[in-house]
């Protein structure tokens, strides 16, 4: 395989923006767009449900969104690589004012068609005018009666949204020593992958010391995010914490309850492969810090280049579409993944709508997990890539439907890494790559689960303090792993960022979605070869306008409030599971 040297692990956001955070292109990228929504405002009051003028209405309202769209990607990643930038922390904070009038301009057209008379609606939802926006027109009918109003958009921005941001900007401040060394958060999770045993305990403890110095500060944070959602939610009539984030998915209640009814039978099979790696590692139950621990030294110590090379080739592998996509973000620097402290702890990929880009941010350790999480953002960014001809309207695809093209991305340098597997040392460290991707979205995404709907209805009594927290995350880990976990991180519910996202309540069950239905779609991928790239381009195209049921529908003929839907894909997870089983008893 060839190492491409000349791709660097540093972005170019220069592109995008000249200057950074001091960028006057920024400057006035905001005040046109604040502009234009001063515009919008002023005629709102006057707009009728003519065609003609929804039409103009609709399109204004593409085009800004858009151009928040591409601020707010542009400050996060600014403060993705410096957490301390005072300018992009400034217009992180513009773009939620801007986001939260947006919401409100959308709300009073919410309004007006939540109170137009069938006939009006029928004739509206007739019109070739409107043909690309009858998806979203109907969505916001359908939800008018529980939109936020004017007064609540406005207090989300400095209130409940601002809790978000400093919890990301409280994180990314805090430093851990491990062996004497100074380390980011992110840093220091990712040892938890090192070949070492000893530095993985090391740096699980370092941790664990940190989040036991802070819960107090977190418990906080995230008592207020729940607090100020719960509040909200009963302003506007919503009794079920379950029913927005339903509703953000597009999904059913019924595929909801399916999928985990599924999910919660097959368990035993990952309760094995814990247990069985455990032993390996001499212990009788598999320690939370030795699980993303590498089982030998195949595809460690890889260069940033050797890995981008190798997504390269196996995107093409693929498809042409998805191979030249991979050279185009290697090329252009739109990857950030290079090693060094004071960058965030999370990894994130961001669109720039007007663009028609993508930017992708990690910290790239060397190994072979760091490669599946470069991969499972470029899976997001290729999704974007797949939806630049889309109307800007039908570009918010749920997150389900995200986190299935990110595994996707995944699953794509995990077959073909298997293939290439001659040994049975190899083997194993790829099924055991695959079963880490099993046991994260089918026990510690449901323990996820469980905590944050345990942790809502005790907050609707009133404040949980951190040690609370701690008892109900550890209750959550013990179901949601069947019990097969020893020395249960109790302080999950600290780190996790998905915890304090305000955008995305319960931004868990997206992902055991999204991972169920990504096997799905690969079984069918390497049924139809690479025929199916085109095929999967027109699925995510239409992920943005469609509801989950349909679109699994039009695209795979299947009915995913069934069960037997589900037990597709988490049969392909046991069969891993099974084969692993077999080749660590053959060693």
């Known amino acids: 395989m060839m190492t491409h040297t000349k791709y660097k692990p540093v972005w170019n956001l220069d592109s995008i923006f000249k200057g950074g955070s001091t960028s006057p292109e920024l400057h006035n990228h905001m005040k046109q767009t604040e502009d234009r929504i001063s515009d919008l405002e002023e005629t709102m009051g006057e707009v009728t449900l003519e065609s003609d003028q929804l039409v103009d209405v609709l399109n204004r309202l593409r085009d800004i969104k858009m151009s928040i769209s591409q601020a707010r990607s542009y400050a996060i990643c600014l403060l993705s690589e410096n957490p301390k930038d005072q300018g992009a922390q400034f217009y992180r904070g513009e773009t939620t004012v801007l986001q939260s009038k947006y919401d409100s301009i959308t709300g009073s057209l919410k309004k007006k068609l939540a109170l137009a008379e069938e006939s009006e609606w029928m004739s509206l939802f007739a019109s070739e005018e409107l043909k690309e926006y009858r998806f979203i027109l109907q969505e916001w009918r359908d939800e008018a009666d529980r939109a936020p109003s004017q007064e609540v958009s406005e207090l989300m921005a400095d209130g409940y949204h601002a809790w978000g941001q400093f919890y990301q900007s409280f994180m990314s401040s805090i430093k851990v020593q491990v062996n004497g060394q100074d380390f980011s958060v992110g840093q220091a999770i990712n040892l938890r992958s090192h070949h070492d045993a000893s530095v993985r305990k090391e740096s699980h403890e370092a941790l664990v010391e940190k989040w036991t110095e802070h819960e107090g500060q977190f418990a906080e944070i995230l008592n207020h995010l729940a607090g100020f959602r719960l509040n909200m939610y009963k302003g506007m009539g919503i009794e079920d914490v379950l029913h927005v984030p339903l509703a953000q998915n597009r999904m059913k209640e019924e595929t909801l309850n399916a999928m985990f009814s599924v999910m919660e039978r097959y368990k035993e099979p990952f309760v094995q492969y814990m247990n069985v790696k455990a032993a390996m590692n001499g212990d009788a139950k598999m320690k939370s810090y030795h699980f993303w621990s590498p089982m030998n030294h195949v595809h460690q110590g890889m260069e940033y280049g050797e890995a981008a090379a190798l997504v390269e080739e196996q995107f093409r592998a693929f498809g042409t579409e998805m191979g030249q996509f991979a050279e185009t973000a290697f090329r252009e620097g739109w990857v950030e993944a290079e090693n060094r402290p004071g960058k965030s702890a999370v990894p994130i990929c961001a669109g720039f709508p007007l663009t028609g880009e993508s930017r992708v941010f990690l910290t790239f350790p060397g190994t072979f997990k760091g490669v599946l999480t470069l991969v499972h953002e470029l899976g997001h960014a290729f999704h974007n890539h797949a939806m630049k001809s889309v109307n800007g309207m039908n570009k918010s695809y749920p997150m389900s439907l995200a986190e299935t093209a990110s595994t996707f991305a995944e699953m794509i340098i995990l077959e073909a890494t298997m293939e290439k597997a001659e040994t049975d040392e190899e083997k194993l460290f790829i099924l055991d790559e695959k079963l880490k991707r099993s046991v994260m979205n089918l026990m510690n995404l449901h323990a996820r689960f469980i905590f944050e709907k345990n942790f809502h209805e005790e907050r609707k009594k009133g404040f949980v303090p951190a040690a609370r927290l701690n008892e109900l995350m550890g209750a959550a880990m013990k179901e949601g792993y069947a019990g097969s976990l020893d020395e249960i991180p109790v302080h999950s519910w600290v780190w996790t960022p998905h915890f304090y996202k305000t955008e995305s309540p319960f931004y868990n069950f997206p992902y055991t979605f999204g991972y169920l239905l990504a096997l799905n779609f690969f079984a069918m991928a390497k049924e139809t070869g690479k025929g199916f790239e085109e095929h999967y381009m027109h699925l ?42 077999r080749l660590a008893a053959s060693r």
Do not use: N, P, Q
């Open 540 to 581: 995510l195209r239409d992920s943005g306008s469609m509801s989950a049921e349909d679109l699994v529908m039009k695209h795979l003929g299947e009915d995913i409030t069934e069960e037997a839907f589900w037990e597709k894909g988490m049969r392909l997870c046991v069969g891993d599971s099974e084969e692993f089983v």
